[in-house]
């Protein structure tokens, strides 16, 4: 009997098959992207179905008017790329125009904080450039769950519940939709949002009113988002409603038609680092992805291997290292159209030889960015003081929302690999339905990424017209021995790029699998700045979960650390998936009951 099943206890089964998986934070978007694989579509098809699916059933995680980075591996081409759906920031969206309205940051909510929505558009690339079916295939179920309705979560009720006295005085084109009757729905109630499935079936009839095939329906699909009845009521709401934001003033907003109409999402390549028979890649440094290959870079010096993923050396170095590479995040990063980001100098072997020397047996309580002459600008480290403290504690990447609708970060991921060996990586994010008011024509709102720029000309992050906000969103994709390999990710705003890196350690250094992996033990730092409004930090904080040894975490106090202990399954929201030969394997999160693999 000992040996009917000798692998580790996992929460679930870790998926595997030769057809193809889907992973992600939900359920239901799962089984819809295993539905297309098993119509004959490809992992990009899959892709357009999860993400639109997603929409509908994790509203407080991400919607249309969010953004979206993806990293893909197009198996026809044998070529890795990475689709950049971050909206930029509104022409009318400026330092001046801020400071004219008495504010030091971008509101974390409300309209003022609007990039072009940048997930409709990338999802229409993907289908045109990458996929096979049409545009009312991808969509059919996300507008019929839309429609027919869908069991809510508990967490998307419990979001309502915290803001609906802002729904109810403030916004009450949310309390329509999100209210019904007046009251916050219970969770597993039978949602629907007629409104927002009709905008979709209305893309997909104009579409085809359009005539020609299925390339030709999906450029009118983009052209009635960019330009057509979405883009003109998002101008209209913007225009001429004043909208109460996290600040407790009200504020239009200044994204317009003529900024949907001129933005189009791009194709770049990904930025990479070698780990020994790895090769991790992110998208640039418009996200924080670079974050997570620093890390690596720092952690090359030591040997991981032999230690557990639960020991205090684990986590220390893990964590001193993770201060040290977001240091340089608040330093350097920023939208390479814009900025000159020194990537090389950071991920070089001289540069972390250097700051390597930084980590010590104590817990840093500094903020200590990296010099590199001709590059850099001021950090604002925001230490969390009773003028503006930061919202409630630390959770899985779930929900922590405010009174007036302040988030700590709201998001959703899925991987997918099919029979074909094509694998995609995404994380939508934004739009989120505690972001900023319902567009009444459209059943959904926009998204406030642009909290994330900073309010100083000389910041490489600093806000500016046309420039993509330093977004948190950060899929993964890694290579092993040269080939595609690895795809994976984390909702979770700046605990992100902690969460990533700890998964890949325990897989590639530790040996574990890829639910194994998901189900240890995890934890993040607050020692940085936060990218969310209001971007306080609290030095030396480490919040983990409570399945942690006692014996670890009295070892990271005893070395400085302030730690928090959380609940036994608390932090991440990790799902992934791998391609192994003719294996295809896939592993979700436990953790809030939410996120499933599927494959065969």
Known sequence: MAFINPSPFTTR??????????????WIATAVGMSILEKG??????????????????????GPGGDVPVIL???????TEVICGQGPAPAGLSIEHCRSLGLDLVPGTGLLAACVPGTFDTWMRLLLDYGTMTLDEVLAPAISYARNGHPLVERASATIDTVKDLFREHWP???????????????????TNTVFAGTYERIIREAKAAGGGRE??????RRSWSQGFVAEAIDRFCRTQAVMDVTGERHHGVLSGQDMATWQSTVEEPISYDYGRYRVLKAGPWTQGLVALQQLALLKGFELSKLKPTDPEFVHLIVEASKLAFADREAFYGDPKFVEVPVETLLSDAYNKERRALIGERASMELRPGTIEGFGGKVDARVSSAERVAVGASGAGEPTVGRLGQVRGDTVHFDIVDKDGNMIAATPSGGWLQSSPVIPELGFCLGTRAQMFWLDPSHPAALLPGKRPRSTLSPSMALRDGKPYLAWGSPGGDQQDQWIPQFFLRHADCGMNLQEAIDAPAWHSEHFPQSFWPRQSRPGVLVVENRLPKATIDELRRRGHIVEVGDDW????????SLDGVRRRAAANPRGMQGYAAGR
Do not use: W
């Open 173 to 191: 084109t949310s309390a329509a939709v999100y209210m019904p009757h007046g009251n916050v729905p219970a969770p597993g109630t039978m949602f």
């Open 216 to 221: 030709q329906q999906i450029e009118a699909a």
């Open 13 to 26: 089964p870790e998926i595997e098959g030769t057809f193809g998986v889907v992973a992600s934070t939900h």
């Open 41 to 62: 579509g490809n992992a990009f098809d899959a892709g357009c179905a999860t993400a639109f699916t997603l929409q509908v059933v994790e509203p407080h995680l991400n």
């Open 570 to 577: 608390s932090e991440g929201r990790l799902v992934a998936a």
């Open 73 to 79: 591996h197009d198996a026809r081409r044998d070529k």
